[in-house]
């Protein structure tokens, strides 16, 4: 019913910048609560940024406060991260994610990752030093 697709990944040396796009097809994700999370090799998939069904709410990771910044497009259907500032630590697949907003609370920006209910492919985010 709802499909997620990233794009936007690539390779970029420290310091640089990339724009991650998620797009969704099946049904409007107005009503949805949103996040983008992380993975890197042998590590466990990590939240980065969320933003509820208005915008109006948003969450990082510390480590990514100031650096990144999460938007959503209602009239697009999609979502999307700035990348600023990147890391070699920031090296990882990149997944977007998406809650019906009614199931976690009207304002909640910050889901447990077991509440969310559709998930993209990922897509990979290489920084090097």
């Known amino acids: 019913q709802v499909q997620l697709v990233e794009s936007g990944g690539g390779l970029v040396q420290a310091g640089g910048s990339l724009r991650l796009s998620c797009a969704c097809s099946?049904?409007?994700?107005?009503?949805?609560?949103m996040g983008w999370l992380r993975q890197a090799p042998g590590k466990e998939r990590e939240f980065v940024a969320g933003?509820?069904?208005?915008?109006?709410?948003?969450n990082y990771k510390d480590s990514v406060k100031g650096r990144f910044t999460i938007s959503r497009d209602h009239a697009k259907n999609m979502l999307f991260l700035q990348m600023n500032s990147l890391k070699p630590e920031d090296t990882a697949v990149y997944y977007c994610?998406?809650?019906?907003?009614?199931?976690?609370?009207?304002?909640?920006?910050?889901?447990?990752?077991?509440?969310?209910?559709?998930w993209g492919q990922g897509t990979q985010v290489t920084v090097s030093s």
């Open positions: 099946g049904r409007t994700l107005a009503s949805y609560a």
């Open positions: 994610a998406a809650v019906f907003q009614g199931k976690i609370g009207p304002t909640s920006a910050y889901p447990p990752s077991y509440e969310y209910d559709y």
């Open positions: 933003i509820n069904w208005n915008g109006g709410n948003t």
